[in-house]
Structure formats: structure tokens, C-alpha cells
Antibody, heavy 119, light 110 residues
Framework: QITLKESGPPLVKPTQTLTLTCTFSGFSLSTSEVAVGWIRQPPGKALEWLALIYWDDDKRYSPSLKSRLTITKDTSKNQVVLTMTNMDPVDTATYYC???????????WGQGTMVTVSS | QSALTQPASVSGSPGQSITISCTGTSSDVGSYNLVSWYQQHPGKAPKLMIYEVSKWPSGVSNRFSGSKSGNTASLTISGLQAEDEADYYCCSYADSSTLVFGGGTKLTVL
């Protein structure tokens, strides 16, 4: 059974760097074709894809946020970490991590973690 | 990379069928058969309903079906049920191995 869980600070100040951790079980990020992604959703708004990391350490980022995002993995800990620099109130959102299946769809999602950006 | 275009809202009565469109470009929907659809109930994480345009994940009702023509993908829900009331999002693989979501559609079951 695949599960994922996001963790991170519920509140960050503007200009700070956000670090979120996705801890997963039921699969290994060292297995071929496996990938984990991050998606966010501002309150009352649409989903927005942020980043994806593959089993071979290939990484993909949203073009509009690429300069601010870094995604990494720790295979031994079954974790994926997303950092976002220069946080702004518009980045207030629920941040989800999700398991990507072969057809580039996210079949299993974490419960999400709400992050508020405010001074 | 702009968000895919979905109608803000659709509605239907129990038992009826509805279709939600998802319009992209030749850089995403039009070039790849990698469109997925997600259902999201309030306060919950999204749930995968359709992948690769028209395939069902295990456990998803076949009342949900997907299709694509040109730059537009569609999700059809037949035999509407009260539990289908939710937000629905499309997502497409896009150039440069990126992904793009739609703006979401709120489905109301009358």
C-alpha cells in the first residue's frame, strides 16, 4: 500500500525559504520509472503543478516557478524534499506530494499540508 | 505555459450525463495522449479518475469516461449521482516534460 505524507512549517514569513518534506512508503524511488511530484492549491483556487523528481534523479519544474524551486530525494529515508525560495503571500496554499504512475498521472496523493505566508 | 481551460461550473440532475471540457494547445493536450482527470471533494486530496485520456484506475466507476479531440479533452460522467458533486481538474503532459493543470470545474448535482 502506497502512502505519502507532507510535513513542513505551517507559517513562513515573506522572503523566507520554505522547506517541505514528503515521506512515503510502499514504493522505492530507486525503482525504474518511479517519480514523486509536488502540487499546490491556494485556498479556493486551482491545482498547480510545481515539480517532479524521477528515480534516476532527473528533475522537472514548473516553468513559471523554476527559478525558486529545488526538488531532491533521499532514497534511504524514503523522502522527497521541496524548497521554495523568496516566499510571498501569494504562495499561501495547501501543498501536496503525490506518486506518479507510468502515464504521468498522480495516482496516490498525500493529505496535503497548509502553508501560510505572512509577516 | 498557461493553465488548461475548463468551464468554471457545470450542473446536472441525478441520472443525467454531463461533460466537462479541457482545452489546451498543441504543446500539451494536442500533442500527448497523457491527459488525466481528478476529482476533489471539499477539504480532501484529489483522486485520480482517468489517465491516458480514457483509462480507468482500479476502483473507479466506469460511469466516468474520457476522450480527446485535437487540443480538447473531455470527461463525461453518466448516471449522475449526488456523490459526484465535487471539483474536477484535468492535467496534461506538456513540452519539456512538464505538467499543466486546468483551472477546475465545479460540478453541482441538482
Amino acid at each position: 500500500q502506497i502512502t505519502l505524507k507532507e510535513s513542513g512549517p505551517p507559517l513562513v514569513k515573506p522572503t523566507q525559504t520554505l522547506t517541505l518534506t514528503c515521506t512515503f512508503s510502499g514504493f522505492s524511488l530507486s525503482t525504474s520509472e518511479v517519480a514523486v511530484g509536488w502540487i499546490r492549491q491556494p485556498p479556493g483556487k486551482a491545482l498547480e503543478w510545481l515539480a517532479l523528481i524521477y528515480w534516476d534523479d532527473d528533475k522537472r519544474y514548473s516553468p513559471s516557478l523554476k527559478s525558486r524551486l529545488t526538488i531532491t530525494k533521499d532514497t534511504s529515508k524514503n523522502q522527497v524534499v521541496l524548497t521554495m525560495t523568496n516566499m510571498d503571500p501569494v504562495d499561501t496554499a495547501t501543498y501536496y506530494c503525490a506518486h506518479r504512475q507510468l502515464a504521468d498521472a498522480f495516482d496516490i496523493w498525500g493529505q496535503g499540508t497548509m502553508v501560510t505566508v505572512s509577516s | 505555459q498557461s493553465a488548461l481551460t475548463q468551464p468554471a461550473s457545470v450542473s446536472g440532475s441525478p441520472g443525467q450525463s454531463i461533460t466537462i471540457s479541457c482545452t489546451g494547445t498543441s504543446s500539451d493536450v494536442g500533442s500527448y495522449n497523457l491527459v488525466s482527470w481528478y476529482q476533489q471533494h471539499p477539504g480532501k486530496a484529489p483522486k485520480l479518475m482517468i489517465y491516458e485520456v480514457s483509462k480507468w484506475p482500479s476502483g473507479v466507476s466506469n460511469r466516468f469516461s474520457g476522450s480527446k479531440s485535437g487540443n480538447t479533452a473531455s470527461l463525461t460522467i453518466s448516471g449522475l449521482q449526488a456523490e459526484d458533486e465535487a471539483d474536477y481538474y484535468c492535467c496534461s503532459y506538456a513540452d519539456s516534460s512538464t505538467l499543466v493543470f486546468g483551472g477546475g470545474t465545479k460540478l453541482t448535482v441538482l
